[in-house]
């Protein structure tokens, strides 16, 4: 059955329905990875938004139990070329096709993803529909109620835990703020024998501190930061008193607690293989991202924050480090999920850093 996805601007592309046969609404993004498409439509972060994937064949190695990065997806739906309906792998138990039709999200498929994504490059992105399977729209009266459409504000309240809850080890005591938490985060910290308690992103500093953690651990998470001044004032009374390490949403909130400002970028970081250059090592990193935020160079210079890693596409901010206290954050995703895992050694810094600051006699008692 015919569907369209349609944008602000007008433009109208036709293609064929798959998975869900409702009618969607989001902000269209785009993510380059040739792999990986499982992770990507499992991450949290992209929560309400409409997914374009570039590489031209989708679902080729099928969906397997093991890869999700989130057992809900959130998309608001999903943009392809091509998907495969004959997936080959061992481990593949299903079709992208029938994950999308259970999971009730909406994909077109059919499309010139190339004309999409170089029309999103040049606007930056853009808020689209993707109609009813079958439905012939009306173009401008779709047009007319996406320029009045504006975009959510309360993701992370959708995709975050509602209870703590543990993922036991035997060593270093983290607790995981949750903002819509990748899987590959707490797998990276399983490895890593840690003591992890996960716990909602709206829980105050002062029962986090009551855990005693010897380091707390900030997630990914869909939407602009700003959105949750709650959590920005939380990780501000965390920073003097526990070890910290934040990823993506996680950084941007260190950042923002800072005194630091963010800003929309016009068309976001999402894929692999993003190069990224570590300031205090010289070295030059390929890194999984996803993010449509970041934060403003310039702004770095009213904090006590400094520059540690810079993206070599556009020279934007993907990582700082607090000058006093330890605590350090980066914009890219070391936890690769689909892969690189270029970066997978700071999560090694951080139990470095929360050892270090518990030998130190916990100066952040
Ligand atoms: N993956 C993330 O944590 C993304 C952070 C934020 N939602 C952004 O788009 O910039």
Request: negative net charge; hydrophobic residues 35%; aromatic residues 6%.
């Amino acid at each position: 059955m015919k569907r369209y996805l349609i944008l602000e601007d007008g433009s109208v592309f036709e293609g064929n329905a798959f998975g869900s046969p409702s009618e969607s609404t989001g902000e269209v993004i785009f993510t380059t990875g040739m792999t990986g498409y499982q992770e990507f439509i499992s991450d949290p972060s992209n929560c309400a938004q409409i997914l374009t994937l570039t590489y031209p064949l989708i679902g080729n190695y099928g969906i397997n139990p093991e890869d999700f990065e989130a057992m809900e997806i959130t998309l608001a739906g999903v943009v392809v070329r091509e998907w495969s309906q004959q997936p080959s792998n061992f481990r593949s138990q299903r079709t992208f096709g029938e994950l999308m039709e259970e999971r009730n999200v909406p994909g077109i498929a059919g499309i010139d993803t190339r004309q999409l994504t170089k029309l999103l490059r040049t606007h930056g992105s853009l808020r689209g529909k993707l109609t009813a399977a079958g439905e012939q729209p009306n173009v401008e009266r779709i047009v007319e109620e996406l320029n009045a459409w504006s975009l959510p504000h309360d993701e992370v309240s959708r995709v975050s835990t509602l209870r703590p809850y543990p993922s036991p080890g035997r060593g270093s005591r983290v607790v995981l703020m949750d903002f819509g938490m990748k899987h590959g985060i707490l797998r990276e910290l399983n490895r890593r024998d840690c003591d992890v308690t996960v716990v909602p992103y709206n829980t105050p500093a002062s029962e986090i501190l009551a855990m005693q953690p010897d380091g707390v651990m900030l997630s990914n998470g869909p939407g602009d930061p700003t959105d949750i001044p709650e959590a920005i004032q939380t990780v501000k009374e965390l920073i003097p008193h526990v070890p910290m390490f934040g990823v993506c949403l996680g950084h941007q909130l260190i950042a923002l607690a800072s005194g630091a400002s963010s800003f929309k970028l016009k068309f976001g970081h999402r894929g692999a293989n993003h190069p990224v250059k570590d300031l205090t090592t010289g070295r030059t990193e390929l890194t999984s991202q996803n993010h449509g935020y970041a934060i403003d160079l310039a702004s770095l210079e009213q904090t006590d924050l400094e520059l540690t890693h810079i993206a070599l596409n556009d020279q934007t901010v993907e990582g700082v480090r607090h000058k006093q206290y330890p605590v350090f954050c980066v914009q890219f995703h070391p936890e690769g999920s689909a892969g690189p895992e270029d970066s997978v050694h700071l999560f090694d810094q951080f139990i470095t850093l929360m050892q270090t600051a518990g030998k130190a006699g916990k100066q952040h008692a």
